[in-house]
């Protein structure tokens, strides 16, 4: 199983454990990531390409647009909508970062409108009464929770990367960890919003729709959009004063996983858990409020959201390219024990005083511990450092497969991927130098398309080959529980991560699914702002799962061919080991 051979603290494999997650190879001289819109025209306005923060959709197409605007103001945005309307242009919101995997930002054919809200950045108001604060729609989840902080006020349950924006986050449906109060989702402490959407020739063409409680059925829609009924310019949310957590972690081995899953939610309103299946481990987070005189001023840095030098983000990705080419399971689960003991030597990022890690229990302010993201704020300047996965850069390269399981039935699919680990005990050795299945508790929503039951979520993270013809080791494995996950078990996708196979008829699992579509109908009849892609989504066409040599290995279709998987590298579609319904890609031998 899983000795740790020959290791020793001279190794460049542990060498390089050691670079990317501790500080210690850091340089300066870094890099903030790159515009994901890119437009030849000198007027650098024109002629654009727009791809994600990886520079990787799943199906690797480059998506085009004619032009890109950067409204200023709603008046802008109002005017923008109201011509491009006019002209039945199709248009798409794009953000400062563009963090979302699938194709959720490219406008259909060639001709497109980019309507990026990199300049919708500001904070509009800040009511310490009511305790709401309106902000542009561009405003980033750092800016959010430094300017309600300045305030005394806190949202209480985000994303952990505070990299992405307040439109692209409810585009989404983007969450934290919580089965607590109003629940994990930050679309559920929207009080209000205005959205620009098209509109008829009596109306400008253009028209600005405030929504709120009054309007529930147009706001349950404009909660999580995935960007289809127009843009969001203006969100006012619903925060409460800032308070201290104390948070420790508990090493446990997963024997009894699926019995205390549940209820270790319950037990802590900010648990969440990281689940090494291979090395039969699991992390507890044990993280709750406590009274605000309790001593401690804690940080939070998460190892994987810094800034990284380039020279061990390339090696790196040598080593686990090589591994992969030599199909060495065995180097990929030292490796994997090596990164999973820096992060904790590490304190996952914590700092007690700003010093350093000195041991739980964590205490500090809510607003300190919530999210990070320090790779985002490096200068312009050489490429030394980077985000890891900045695609400038030799760097990391993957797959992230996400969905939520409801609360009862997530002990089965825990034991399911117990029973694919007894049987391949090695095989999910690549996700643990990823840390791991991070666990998060997710809430049911009014949001037509937000969660609709209380569930846990689980998010995969996963090599991913810059060859799209070439298996990965354990393709089967990592098919078989994106399966598990989105079949067997019902999970619902999350909209801002996975590869098009957990779309396969996700829409259908939501029972406000038609009336999301009503409010669709009535914003954008003409549909600019919908995409084949969203409409495929969306089950308003067909399509999408496409069908060619090798599609599933990406994820773009369901082999039912062995020439969808990799036949003459012996990889064949064949019937899942521990979900006979699951059809995936498997060495003919095993
Ligand atoms: C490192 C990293 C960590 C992450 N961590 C988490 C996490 O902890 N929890 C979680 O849930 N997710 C997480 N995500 C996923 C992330 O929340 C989503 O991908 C999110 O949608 C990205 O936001 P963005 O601002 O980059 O928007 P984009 O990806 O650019 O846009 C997303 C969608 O929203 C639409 N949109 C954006 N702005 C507007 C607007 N103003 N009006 C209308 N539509 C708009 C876009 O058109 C698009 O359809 C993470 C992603 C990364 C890269
Ligand atoms: C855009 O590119 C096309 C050819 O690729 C070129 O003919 C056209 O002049 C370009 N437009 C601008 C505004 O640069
Ligand atoms: C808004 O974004 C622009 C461009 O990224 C940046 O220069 C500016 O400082 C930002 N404004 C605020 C208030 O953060
Ligand atoms: C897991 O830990 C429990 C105690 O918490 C122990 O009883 C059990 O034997 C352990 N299982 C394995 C496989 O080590």
Same mark, same amino acid.
């Given at each position: 199983m899983l000795e740790v051979s020959t290791h020793n603290s001279s190794s460049p494999r542990f060498a390089l454990s050691k670079c990317l997650f501790l500080v210690t #190879?850091?340089?300066?001289?870094?890099?903030?990531?790159?515009?994901?819109?890119?437009?030849?025209?000198?007027? +650098?306005?024109?002629? #654009?390409?727009?791809?994600?923060?990886?520079?990787?959709?799943?199906?690797?197409?480059?998506? @085009?647009?004619?032009?890109? =605007? /950067?409204p200023t103001t709603e008046e802008e945005l109002v005017s923008i909508v109201a011509l491009a309307t006019k002209k039945k242009r199709k248009?798409?919101?794009?953000?400062?970062?563009?963090?979302?995997?699938?194709?959720?930002? #490219?406008?259909?054919?060639? @001709?497109?409108?980019?309507?990026? *809200?990199? /300049?919708?950045?500001?904070?509009?108001?800040?009511?310490?009464?009511?305790?709401?604060?309106?902000?542009?729609?561009?405003?980033?989840?750092?800016?959010?929770?430094?300017?309600?902080?300045?305030?005394?006020?806190?949202?209480?349950?985000?994303?952990?990367?505070?990299?992405?924006?307040?439109?692209?986050?409810?585009g989404t449906g983007a969450h934290g960890s919580t089965l607590w109060g109003k629940g994990s989702s930050v679309h559920d402490y929207v009080v209000q919003l205005r959205i620009v959407t098209p509109a008829g020739h009596a109306d400008g063409y253009a028209k600005v729709r405030t929504l709120d409680d009054h309007n529930q059925f147009q706001f349950n829609a404009a909660k999580v959009s995935l960007g289809v009924l127009g843009v969001i310019s203006e969100v006012t949310?619903?925060?409460?004063? =800032?308070?201290?957590?104390?948070?420790?972690?508990?090493?446990? +081995?997963?024997?009894?996983?699926?019995? @205390?899953? +549940?209820?270790?939610?319950?037990?802590h309103e900010f648990a969440d858990l990281i689940w090494y299946p291979s090395q039969r481990k699991t992390i507890y987070r044990m993280d709750d409020r =406590?009274?605000?005189d309790t001593p401690g001023?804690?940080?939070?840095?998460?190892?994987?959201?810094?800034?990284?030098?380039?020279?061990?983000?390339?090696?790196?990705r040598l080593l686990e390219d090589a591994d992969e080419a030599t199909a060495d399971a065995d180097a990929k689960c030292i490796s994997a024990k090596l990164t999973t003991s820096a992060l904790k030597l590490l304190g996952y990022g914590f700092t007690n005083k700003g010093t350093g890690f000195t041991g739980f229990p964590i205490v500090g302010y809510h607003n300190r511990l919530q999210?990070?993201?320090?790779?985002?704020?490096?200068?312009? +300047?050489?490429?030394?450092?980077?985000?890891?996965?900045?695609?400038?850069?030799?760097?990391?390269?993957?797959?992230?497969? *996400?969905?939520?399981?409801?609360?009862?039935? %997530?002990?089965?699919? %825990?034991?399911?991927?117990?029973?694919?680990?007894?049987?391949?005990?090695?095989?999910?050795?690549?996700?643990?130098?990823?840390?791991?299945?991070?666990?998060?508790? =997710?809430?049911s929503s009014s949001?037509?398309?937000?969660?609709?039951?209380?569930?846990?979520?689980?998010?995969?993270?996963?090599?991913?080959?810059?060859?799209?013809?070439?298996?990965?080791?354990?393709?089967?494995?990592?098919?078989?529980?994106?399966?598990?996950?989105?079949?067997?078990?019902g999970g619902l996708p999350h909209w801002g991560k996975n590869r098009n196979v957990a779309f396969h008829k996700a829409i259908n699992k939501y029972e406000k699914a038609a009336e999301f579509i009503k409010v669709k109908e009535m914003y954008d009849p003409q549909g600019l702002f919908s995409s084949e892609w969203s409409d495929q989504v969306l089950g308003l066409k067909d399509g999408l799962m496409t069908f060619k040599e090798g599609?599933?290995?990406?994820? $773009?279709?369901? #082999?039912?061919?062995?020439?969808?998987?990799?036949?003459?590298?012996? /990889? $064949?579609?064949? @019937?899942g080991k521990v979900y006979k319904d699951a059809k995936v890609c498997a060495l003919a031998t095993s």
């Open positions: #190879c850091m340089l300066v001289g870094s890099s903030p990531p790159e515009d994901p819109i890119r437009c030849t025209a000198s007027n +650098n306005l024109s002629n #654009c390409t727009i791809t994600n923060a990886y520079g990787a959709f799943p199906d690797r197409s480059t998506c @085009q647009a004619a032009d890109v =605007v /950067y248009m798409k919101v794009a953000t400062r970062f563009s963090h979302s995997i699938p194709k959720l930002v #490219c406008p259909d054919g060639e @001709q497109g409108l980019l309507i990026s *809200t990199k /300049y919708l950045n500001h904070t509009l108001q800040i009511n310490e009464a009511s305790r709401t604060m309106k902000v542009e729609s561009g405003v980033t989840l750092k800016q959010l929770i430094e300017e309600a902080s300045k305030v005394g006020l806190a949202l209480p349950y985000v994303p952990y990367w505070w990299g992405l924006t307040i439109g692209g986050i409810m949310l619903k925060l409460e004063p =800032v308070f201290k957590r104390s948070i420790t972690y508990l090493e446990k +081995n997963d024997s009894d996983l699926a019995e @205390q899953v +549940n209820k270790f939610g319950k037990q =406590v009274p605000s001023n804690a940080w939070l840095d998460f190892p994987g959201f810094r800034s990284t030098s380039s020279a061990a983000l390339a090696v790196l999210a990070s993201g320090s790779c985002l704020d490096s200068p312009e +300047n050489a490429l030394i450092t980077a985000c890891p996965w900045d695609n400038r850069i030799k760097s990391l390269f993957f797959h992230q497969t *996400t969905f939520r399981i409801g609360l009862s039935k %997530v002990n089965n699919f %825990v034991r399911d991927v117990q029973k694919l680990v007894d049987l391949a005990p090695k095989s999910l050795c690549g996700i643990e130098m990823y840390n791991g299945i991070l666990m998060r508790y =997710v809430t949001a037509y398309l937000g969660q609709e039951e209380d569930a846990v979520d689980f998010d995969i993270t996963y090599y991913r080959s810059k060859n799209p013809l070439k298996p990965r080791l354990y393709e089967d494995i990592l098919e078989e529980i994106e399966q598990l996950g989105v079949f067997k078990y599609c599933a290995l990406e994820g $773009l279709c369901i #082999c039912s061919r062995d020439s969808h998987c990799a036949p003459d590298k012996g /990889y $064949l579609c064949q @019937q």
